[in-house]
């Protein structure tokens, strides 16, 4: 009986080896993690623009939101004249658990094509203000810059163009 026993025992000892090798050779091991790539951000196509708007003596503001819809305050009136309006869109490339923040620059003066300056204040963004990054490297993350502009009296601001830049700063935490 002992000799019967002792035979199920290895019969088992062996079935078990031969299980576990063939799981370990299903399995994938690393030595370390990926080293550390630094994020990447492009602009793409798609600028922040607020439209055509009209704006009485007192002026406002013309917001942006990250979706890109378009409101106003004060006397400023949206107009469509076939003018489009549309948050910025930025294409970020981060690692897969990166933490990223987004800084908005500080308010930044943009010039009007006949005379003129308006006020620039760029936020809020979609993701953010901190997100993780969920996606491979190779995949692009959309971020979505909005922003509000200040609109003075008809003096100030005359009807025209206004053209300028703005800074937003990424980091990596």
Known sequence: MITYIESIRNTLFRLLMITGAILSLN??????EQPPRPIRIYPTSQILSFGAFYHGASGGTVIIDPSGSRSATGDVIP???GYSFSAAMFE???????VISILNGPPV????????????VTGPTDPGP?????????VPIPLYVGGTITVGSPVANPPGTYNG???ITIVKE
């Open 92 to 98: 970020v490339h981060a690692h897969r658990g990166t």
């Open 109 to 120: 003066t943009i010039s009007g094509s006949n005379g003129g300056s308006i006020q620039l």
């Open 165 to 167: 830049t703005f800074n």
């Open 130 to 138: 901190t997100f993780v990054s969920t996606v491979h490297f190779n």
């Open 27 to 32: 399995q994938t091991a690393f030595g370390q």
């Open 79 to 81: 107009l469509g004249l």
